[in-house]
T-cell receptor
Framework: GEDVEQSLFLSVREGDSSVINCTYT??????LYWYKQEPGAGLQLLTY?????DMKQDQRLTVLLNKKDKHLSLRIADTQTGDSAIYFC?????????????FGGGTRVLVKP | DSGVTQTPKHLITATGQRVTLRCSPR?????VYWYQQSLDQGLQFLIQ???????AKGNILERFSAQQFPDLHSELNLSSLELGDSALYFC????????????FGQGTRLTVV
């Protein structure tokens, strides 16, 4: 079945770059997403990439996709304390019958001043 | 603010009871998804509705049911509640049934005592 894996924890110093990694098993994944969850809050869609792309950049966020290795990463440049949160990788396979997101377990990012 | 509204924000109820969670999707979105977030299971897809019809089903228990009404709001009904049903329940919406971007509400935190 579908599976999405992430490392549990990442600690980074303010101003440095953060890289959060994700691996997935379903090679037919069509869209791959990054969501952010702050304490007590919902899931905020940060960015997503279509499976025929290798890279997408959106301000401080860069998403890299390696389809051969089924590896997705999110790079946050100039990490700020406000970036401390749990980051979820998710994939979806678009089907005529509908689509669902399959989430990883989340990576808790702690930004130290 | 994602534009997806969930009520109530918090719910405390006893085992064996029944509760209804409500979701109003973003204006213009036809598709509604329900997810459960718990400490042991992570984020799990429950069910998807598109324009009033069930489109995809995930790990939804038989004690749980959902529907989407003509005005496109959705309700998730949880019955015969058990302690293990305590979780954060998220609703998300997207424009189409195969939408690339799904926007999440703030969630309803259910505590079963």
């Amino acid at each position: 079945g579908e599976d999405v894996e992430q490392s549990l924890f990442l600690s980074v110093r303010e101003g440095d770059s953060s890289v959060i990694n994700c691996t997935y098993t379903d090679s037919s994944s069509t869209y791959l997403y990054w969501y952010k969850q702050e304490p007590g809050a919902g899931l905020q869609l940060l960015t997503y990439i279509f499976s025929n792309m290798d890279m997408k950049q959106d301000q401080r966020l860069t998403v890299l996709l390696n389809k051969k290795d089924k590896h997705l990463s999110l790079r946050i440049a100039d990490t700020q304390t406000g970036d401390s949160a749990i980051y979820f990788c998710a994939t979806t396979v678009i089907k005529a019958a509908g689509n669902k997101l399959t989430f990883g377990g989340g990576t808790r990012v702690l930004v130290k001043p | 603010d994602s534009g997806v509204t969930q009520t109530p924000k918090h719910l405390i109820t006893a085992t064996g009871q029944r509760v209804t969670l409500r979701c109003s999707p973003r204006s213009g979105d036809l598709s509604v998804y329900w997810y459960q977030q718990s400490l042991d299971q992570g984020l799990q897809f429950l069910i998807q509705y598109y324009n009033g019809e069930e489109r995809a089903k995930g790990n939804i228990l038989e004690r749980f049911s959902a529907q989407q009404f003509p005005d496109l709001h959705s309700e998730l009904n949880l019955s015969s509640l058990e302690l293990g049903d305590s979780a954060l329940y998220f609703c998300a919406s997207s424009v189409g049934g195969q939408g690339a971007e799904a926007f999440f509400g703030q969630g309803t935190r259910l505590t079963v005592v």
